[in-house]
């Protein structure tokens, strides 16, 4: 049992205490237990906020590769777009690397905007070998579909029998929803309700073409919708009406989608999304509702409870920040997410700041350093030989700019 002390805690989007953080391997405790139980070691954390870890609620990681593809072009469907990206010398260039490497490139661009947890949208035969390998955690305990419509790839035993073993097993059921402008996209809905696929299990990705319609049967059908507006810009120039979804009361939200089309991190994302909610309605989009929609509200989506907060009982995923004069919601607004000075996934320092040796002495085996914008940090595990053995599979020296750090 551990304790870093004199802390601002954001324990979730309604409440924040000063104090100390308790915590195990298990997750997060109170006080109480911490000291029946007995606390092993105290850090100081006086100047800090702790936030919850975040949850990325729409990615593919197997494409964490960059650079972007197809800026300026626009599409009508998804599958337009991915028969560019897959023409493209960047699919070319990745499909040059295992696996497993690109499994922990997408799991590193996660973790260091302060992400824990992330939804992987693929099925899970592609991903499961890397359960326990990654320093971040991705869910394991979902149903899927690709999609819904006339492009739909065969994932899943059919959209029916997903959503039935869905509500059995009280797991998501993970889907793209109207991917597209065109009339398929439009009718998408439509079909997965002839489909039985609607209901309280649904988490639906993108719904760009839908409207009030629309709106009330997701609302009706207590459903989940992920917004990935950087994503549907790029491709579609076009996004989903989520004021509309907002005030019809839907749970909602918030993911990077892929990085061929997506944001470069969560952070930027979030950023971004305030940015054209207030371009398309004139209206701000306040920062707790924001952070809801990257905690408490995919908690509640993907069936993990205490998930995005920091209460008794919840995995012991944070990241602590400096404290600043502004509001502790609009983090992502006054920092960069590399100014992130400690973050622990499972109870265990995956990045932070040169100051917090001592925890990673504490803790971790094998400390690698590095530095960005004049600060010195340390990660846990292996990320130089990441590098090298991109290299060694291109052939040159490639830097992604979903990592803070950069080489010369």
């Keep these: 049992m551990w304790e870093i002390n004199q802390l601002e805690i954001i324990r979730n989007s309604k409440s924040i205490e000063s104090g100390s953080l308790y915590f195990s391997k298990e997750g997060i405790v109170s006080e109480e237990t911490a000291k029946k139980v007995g606390i092993q070691k105290t850090f100081n954390g006086n100047g800090f906020r702790a936030y919850p870890g975040l949850v990325n609620s729409h990615d593919h990681l197997l494409a964490s590769y960059l650079p972007k593809i197809g800026v300026g072009s626009k599409h009508q469907n998804w599958l337009s777009f991915d028969n560019l990206y897959k023409a493209s010398g960047i699919f070319a260039e990745r499909q040059q690397l295992d696996s497993e490497l690109l499994y922990y490139l997408g799991a590193y661009k996660n973790a260091f905007s302060g992400v824990s947890t992330v939804s992987d949208h693929i099925p899970h035969f592609v991903n499961s070998p890397f359960e326990d390998i990654l320093p971040i955690r991705f869910l394991t305990k979902y149903r899927l579909a690709h999609s819904v419509g006339s492009y739909s790839l065969g994932w899943g035993e059919g959209i029916a029998l997903e959503y039935q073993l869905a509500e059995k097993e009280n797991v998501p059921f993970i889907v793209h929803l109207g991917e597209g402008i065109d009339e398929d996209s439009k009718m998408s809905l ?26 009330e049967d997701l609302k009706s059908a207590n459903s989940t919708v992920v917004w990935c507006p950087t994503s549907n810009i790029h491709i579609f120039g076009k996004t989903t009406n989520i004021q509309l979804f907002l005030k019809s009361g839907i749970n909602l939200c918030l993911g990077t989608d892929f990085s061929p089309s997506g944001a470069l991190n969560l952070w930027e994302e979030m950023r971004f999304a305030k940015k054209i909610y207030y371009d398309l309605y004139s209206e701000e989009l306040s920062d707790q509702v924001l952070f809801q929609w990257v905690t408490e509200n995919p908690a509640k989506a993907f069936r993990l409870p205490g998930t995005g907060e920091l209460v008794e009982g919840s995995p012991a995923d944070f990241f602590l920040l400096p404290k600043s004069e502004q509001s502790p919601y609009s983090f992502y607004r006054d920092f960069e997410n590399s100014q992130i000075s400690l973050f622990f996934v499972r109870g265990e320092p995956i990045w932070g700041n040169q100051q917090w040796k001592s925890i990673f002495d504490h803790f971790s085996d094998h400390v690698e350093a590095f530095s960005s914008n004049g600060m010195q940090f340390l990660v846990s595990g292996r990320i130089m030989g990441l590098w090298e053995a991109m290299d060694s599979f291109l052939g040159f020296k490639k830097d992604l700019a979903f990592f803070p750090m950069r080489r010369n």
């Design 190 to 215: 439509r079909n997965l309700i002839k489909a039985n696929g609607l209901g309280s299990n649904s988490v639906l990705i993108h719904c760009l073409p839908f409207g009030q319609k629309e709106a």
